[in-house]
């Protein structure tokens, strides 16, 4: 009989393309997804340890599940991720009904784990090596991903995926666990890329999105030849089904004259930037361990604004930080103000264990203040991204389309006319009334009204078939 698995998502887009992973060599493996705890006889957490907010989600998570554990014993419970790498058997401390705890770099695994968890062998472990736990080909080798299995049906959009490029963090900078969680910076192979993006392709995906946590710092040397993100986008650009490219997320040393040439000649590349700069206080930066000032990050907005004159550049910031004063957090409003992201993602400093800066720095700015400074710069940001999206007021834009609206799925609508969403070349946000057969099409939307975070349009007349729309703008 078909084994039925839940599996819940939480973290960033590596985990989402992971879990999309996990389905695929669970498929191959016998199980049909389900979308209810109650009907699962496997539920797997995809995990995140960013912040402390994530990993309490999943513990309350867990908590709920142990009542599901208690009435089905038979039924199996799995912690998957950056949460399962970073607490590996502690988690048994806490929730002690689990029965796999599998690592990012270890979920090639995952269907001979359950098969073991099946024998009666429970708990089961899998997690990669610790970043001083011996040789480092041995160390890259237990994080390294298992990624040309896919499963459409697990993506966002049939339309849109997500190709990760590079495996791991060196930066180390000293709030984050992604070092430790991931292991080792090391570019995939670019024929393996390549050959992925093709079997996408194939699939009828439109859009890639390239994942790295420092995506353009991609590099893979092999007899003598180095290739570098601008050289992978060149070659990806030559598959003809593909629209669109993307590539997340930057690091601002990172952003080279070739890259942003590279995205203003390749008509495919969107002209979207997400490059945090994460303070605006060379004081912050600095006991970040960021690796650059504020003054050398805008030689580099000033270098995107010359080569790329229309892209838009987005940022995360950290509020907050060990000894932020409020003269380093105005530093960071006046920063902002200057730079102008399309939208920022504000988050409050969370204490990680074994980081360097829960080693040496006190978490000592009061959690009212971080609060306080949070939504002073979101409200600041959304100031900011509306008046730049009124400036798409009476144009046409070209949108990718994705399918129903968060508002068409909510209300459940149905019927030929439905309000649709997509986004433009530079990652805008439109939503707009159509027919559902226009998902997957490139289409002209004229824009009549504006939120900081959607433009609302109109559905521009089509003289000609979609698929003849989509050449031109391809
Ligand atoms: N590799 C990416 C992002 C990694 S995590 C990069 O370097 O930009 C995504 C975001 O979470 C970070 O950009 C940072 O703003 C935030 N973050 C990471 N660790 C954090 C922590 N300990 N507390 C609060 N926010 C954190
Ligand atoms: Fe974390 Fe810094 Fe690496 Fe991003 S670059 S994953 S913030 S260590
Ligand atoms: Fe979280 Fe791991 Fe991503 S810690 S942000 S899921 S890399």
């Not at 590596?14 to 049909?32: I, K, P, T």
């Not at 939307?445 to 609302?456: G, M, R």
Request: net charge neutral; proline share 6%; charged share 25%.
């Amino acid at each position: 009989m078909q084994k039925r698995l839940y599996i819940q998502t939480v973290g960033c887009q590596m985990n989402v393309l992971d879990s999309e992973m996990v389905v695929a060599a669970l498929r191959q493996a016998g199980y049909g997804l389900t979308h209810s705890v109650e009907a699962a006889d496997t539920v797997l957490l995809n995990t995140c340890s960013v912040r402390q907010h994530a990993e309490d989600k999943v513990y309350s998570l867990l908590g709920q599940l142990r009542t599901w554990k208690r009435a089905h014993p038979d039924r199996v419970l799995g912690v998957l991720g950056c949460m399962a790498q970073k607490e590996q058997e502690r988690l048994l401390d806490r929730a002690p009904f689990v029965d796999l705890i599998v690592g990012p770099g270890q979920l090639c695994r995952i269907a001979q784990l359950l098969a073991a968890v099946a024998a009666g062998e429970r708990p089961q472990l899998a997690v990669s090596l610790a970043r001083t736990a011996g040789p480092r080909a041995a160390i890259r080798r237990s994080h390294e991903t298992f990624d040309p299995l896919r499963d459409p049906t697990m993506r966002p959009t049939p339309f849109q995926a997500y190709l990760r490029i590079q495996i791991g963090c060196d930066k180390f900078c000293t709030y984050c666990v992604v070092p430790m969680t991931r292991g080792p910076e090391q570019g995939r192979p670019p024929d393996d890329i390549l050959r992925e993006a093709r079997v996408l392709a194939d699939q009828g995906c439109r859009e890639i999105t390239l994942l790295g946590q420092t995506v353009n710092s991609y590099r893979y040397d092999q007899d003598g030849r180095s290739t570098c993100l601008a050289d992978l986008l060149e070659r990806l650009h030559e598959i003809d089904a593909l629209a669109r490219l993307k590539f997340v997320t930057n690091y601002p040393r990172d952003m080279t004259p070739r890259l942003l040439e590279t995205v203003r000649d390749l008509p495919k590349c969107s002209p979207y930037l997400h490059v945090p700069l994460q303070s605006g206080s060379n004081a912050v930066l600095s006991r970040m361990k960021r690796g650059y000032t504020v003054e050398q990050y805008r030689e580099m907005m000033h270098r995107i604004w010359d080569l790329l004159p229309g892209a838009a550049v987005s940022s995360d910031f950290i509020v907050g930080f060990p000894g932020e004063t409020d003269e380093d957090f105005q530093q960071t409003v006046t920063a902002v103000r200057e730079f102008r992201f399309k939208n920022s993602f504000i988050f409050k400093y969370s204490e990680r264990a074994g980081t360097k800066a829960a080693e040496r720095l006190r978490d000592d700015v009061p959690d009212a203040v971080k609060q306080a400074r949070n939504r002073e710069l979101l409200v600041l940001q959304d100031a900011i991204s509306l008046e730049d999206n009124r400036r798409f007021l009476d144009t046409t834009v070209e949108v990718l389309v994705e399918g129903p609206s968060k508002e068409s799925r909510r209300r459940g609508a149905e019927g030929p006319i439905l309000q649709l969403t997509g986004r433009t070349p530079c990652d805008r946000i439109v939503v707009f009334d159509g027919p559902l057969r226009h998902a997957g099409a490139l289409l002209p939307v004229h824009i009549l009204d504006t939120t900081p975070h959607t433009l609302v349009g109109r559905l521009q007349p089509v003289s000609v078939p979609p698929d003849l729309v989509q050449l031109q703008h391809g």
